[in-house]
Nanobody
């Protein structure tokens, strides 16, 4: 079992930045691909970014590529999502997830409770 707790969400103006953190506990954190996914009101949960266990390989949704950066610190059991140049369409609940990894939510076995990100225009 892996427990995930997100933090760092909030309200920011368009063009601003936020850094999300996800602290993991339980089973070996470094065994898992870590991902960030988001869900806007009335929309399905969608992939944002993921990072392999080594941290050497990252993947991003086209909508965030060049603006968001995912990273992890296995010594601290923490994964981060640096979000720059935020847009109103980035407004969503952001979830941290762990699992075999992929672009589909079903590829993740463990989920955090989510943190709200709101970008005002």
């Amino acid at each position: 079992q892996v427990q995930l707790v997100e933090s760092g969400g909030g309200l920011v103006q368009a063009g601003g930045s936020l850094r999300l953190s996800c602290a993991a506990s339980g089973r070996t954190f470094s065994n898992y691909v870590m991902g960030w996914l988001r869900q806007a009101p009335g929309k399905e949960r969608e992939f944002v970014a993921r990072i392999t266990w080594s941290g050497r390989t990252t993947y991003y949704a086209d909508s965030v590529k060049g603006r968001f950066t995912i990273s992890r610190d296995n010594a601290k059991n923490t994964v981060y999502l640096q979000m720059n140049s935020l847009k109103p369409e980035d407004t969503a609940v952001y979830y941290c997830a762990a699992g075999p990894g992929g672009a589909e939510p079903v590829r993740y076995n463990y989920w955090g409770q989510g943190t709200q990100v709101t970008v005002s225009s």
